[in-house]
């Protein structure tokens, strides 16, 4: 199934505990400052009063909020109302593929203590609202990159501290 085959914007994304705690957010829009904290608290209270059998999608203004519960974190995100909502419901697990592969089954904590990788594996996976790269294997290998590049960047400035 690829994720690059159907045009899917994404105007902002939303990860958020169970108990209404934004972990992570990124939009793909311009909005103010208190307009972004007034839809966001607008929508982590319209998910989590939602009953687990309803569905993941949701018409909300003129856009549609597709979301996902994996464990203790909800994964929502806003498309336009004629975009394709499963297409955003599988780029959704795609992104959490990464996380759980990155972080090996990953949890709240993770993303609290390590939300600078979530957000640049969502990086990898999106640009500009859309999927950039559909490529688990490349995700990861980038991933790699950075990592190393962290560790040597780490390196130099203890060496050059102690030096």
Do not use: P
């Amino acid at each position: 199934f690829c994720l690059l085959c159907c045009h899917c914007q994404i105007e902002f994304v939303f990860m958020f505990s169970r108990q209404g705690k934004v972990r992570l957010q990124k939009w793909y829009t311009v909005s103010s400052q208190k307009e972004k904290k007034k839809v966001s608290r607008e929508l982590v209270s319209l998910i989590l009063a939602r009953k687990s059998k309803m569905s993941n999608f949701v018409e909300w203004k003129n856009m549609k909020i597709v979301y996902k519960r994996y464990a203790s974190l909800y994964f929502a995100f806003a498309i336009s109302a004629e975009d394709n909502e499963l297409m955003a419901l599988e780029t959704i697990h795609r992104y959490v593929e990464l996380l759980d592969k990155y972080f090996g089954s990953v949890c709240e904590l993770d993303i609290i203590f390590n939300f600078d990788k979530a957000y640049y594996i969502l990086n990898e996976l999106l640009l500009g609202g859309e999927v950039q790269e559909s490529s688990k294997k490349q995700v990861l290998k980038a991933m790699a990159s950075q990592d190393t590049l962290d560790d040597e960047s780490q390196g130099k400035s203890a060496v050059e501290y102690v030096g």
